[in-house]
């Protein structure tokens, strides 16, 4: 079936450092692949997307590329912060028709200490 | 900006009671979703619906039925609220072809006692 795996969590990292958080995903056909954040008491913000093979989806220094080849779909950031502290989401949309839900990971925290 | 707004924020119910997720979005969506969120389980599908009076089952819909009467509001009813059914409830809402992907709500913490 179509699903979604991402590395698991917690992530811990120091203020400055490199992050990356492994997404990999199972698909028919060609779907659609976002990040999104949940910040501590909130709902889920999206923070980048792609919608083709090779796009790089990028936001707030967050970046990550679709890679069909490998059927992947990685987080990165040069340099977190403290503030960047949440747990992300990897998720896939298959249609872009009515009623098509997002298949999502299980999620994977992120702890930036100072 | 699209809002999506749950009613509550947290609610505590009784075991066995009817319990009424409310969720509202202002921007003229056609679908909306009801999430469930766990730890260690992600987010999980229960019900989504892509017109008025219009619903689909998602992955887990058993213990849960929905209400959408009008298109800017979706219901998620508990129809007998069991201990399991503690979760963090979130609504999303969405326009079809339009990739700005999904608006979610801030979610409705519910414990069941």
């Known amino acids: 079936g179509n699903s979604v795996t991402q590395m698991e969590g917690p992530v811990t990292l120091s203020e400055e450092a490199f992050l990356t958080i492994n997404c990999t995903y199972t698909a028919t056909g060609y779907p659609s692949l976002f990040w999104y954040v949940q910040y501590p008491g909130e709902g889920l913000q999206l923070l980048l997307k792609?919608?083709?093979?090779?796009d790089k989806g990028s936001n707030k220094g967050f970046e990550a590329t679709y890679r069909k080849e490998t059927t992947s779909f990685h987080l990165e950031k040069g340099s977190v912060q403290v503030s960047d502290s949440a747990v992300y989401f990897c998720a896939l949309r298959l249609f872009d028709q009515a009623g098509t839900a997002l298949i999502f990971g299980k999620g994977t925290t992120l702890s930036v200490s100072s | 900006d699209v809002k999506v707004t749950q009613s509550s924020r947290y609610l505590v119910k009784r075991t066995g009671e009817k319990v009424f997720l409310e969720c509202v979005q202002d921007?003229?969506?056609?679908?909306m979703f009801w999430y469930r969120q766990d730890p260690g389980l992600g987010l999980r599908l229960i019900y989504f619906?892509?017109?008025?009076?219009?619903?689909e089952k998602g992955d887990i819909p058993e213990g849960y039925s929905v209400s959408r009467e009008k298109k800017e509001r979706f219901s998620l009813i508990l129809e007998s609220a069991s201990t399991n059914q503690t979760s963090m409830y979130l609504c999303?809402?969405?326009?079809?072809?339009?990739?700005?992907?999904?608006?979610f709500g801030s979610g409705t913490r519910l414990t069941v006692v």
């Open positions: 999303a809402s969405r326009v079809t072809g339009e990739d700005y992907g999904y608006t």
């Open positions: 619906s892509y017109d008025v009076k219009m619903k």
């Open positions: 792609a919608t083709k093979a090779d």
């Open positions: 921007m003229d969506h056609e679908n």
